[in-house]
């Protein structure tokens, strides 16, 4: 299931993840005066799978987000037609089916979404195993975890990894910095504190863009 995207036209890596860190950040209703810690933070439903992976990673901490939203409500605001799309190839249980929109292609190869496909993509416990958990990994620069090795590490088997800036500036001409790619990154995130920074690199104009949210 995806969105549909403004950028369609630019090409970005999208260094989501670079400024790694152990926390994963899982979103779900639950009344302030219930928090505890850790995987006692979480619903009783979640914790079976939270324990297992504990258990194959004792080291990775997980950290519960109150967004005290109604579950009703959120999915009432996805479930709206062309906000969330799946690909038209996929059976009926994942479309909308709704005479005058079942099939109606929103985007090329695209329609519409069923009720329960939003559902299953918004429960977080669909997606609590080693492959998928990542997608609630904390984004926000954590001093602890965040290092200029592990970022090389990410940036590996890329054309960034290792490697000095080298940008154009307004007028076209090229500029080397001095700082590798690295540097940039983990400066943006101390300089971020407490935001969640992402970073994009234009092919066309061999730019970067920073978006802290």
């Excluded at 926000?140 to 080298?166: M, P, R």
């Amino acid at each position: 299931m995806r969105k549909l995207s403004n950028k369609k036209k630019c090409m970005f890596i999208g260094i989501l993840f670079v400024l790694i860190s152990a926390g994963l950040f899982i979103y779900f209703q639950a009344n302030a005066s219930t928090k505890l810690d850790g995987i006692e933070q979480f619903p009783s439903s979640y914790r079976p799978y939270l324990e297992e992976l504990s258990k194959t990673h004792p080291e990775w901490k997980f950290t519960a987000l109150y967004t005290n939203l109604d579950w009703n409500y959120v999915i009432n605001q996805e479930n709206v037609f062309g906000k969330n799309l799946v690909p038209k190839n996929y059976s009926d249980r994942w479309k909308n089916t709704t005479p005058g929109q079942y099939n109606v292609e929103v985007d090329s190869g695209w329609v519409d979404s069923s009720r329960q496909a939003v559902e299953y993509c918004m429960d977080p416990r669909n997606f609590l195993n080693e492959v998928r958990i990542f997608q609630f990994e904390g984004l926000s620069y954590d001093s602890h975890t965040n290092s200029l090795n592990g970022i090389e590490k990410i940036l590996y088997g890329t054309e960034f990894y290792n490697t000095k800036v080298s940008y154009l500036n307004s007028s076209g001409n090229t500029i080397n910095m001095n700082e590798k790619y690295s540097d940039l990154i983990l400066r943006a995130g101390q300089t971020s504190r407490g935001k969640s920074i992402s970073f994009g690199f234009s092919y066309k104009t061999r730019s970067w863009t920073i978006f802290n949210t």
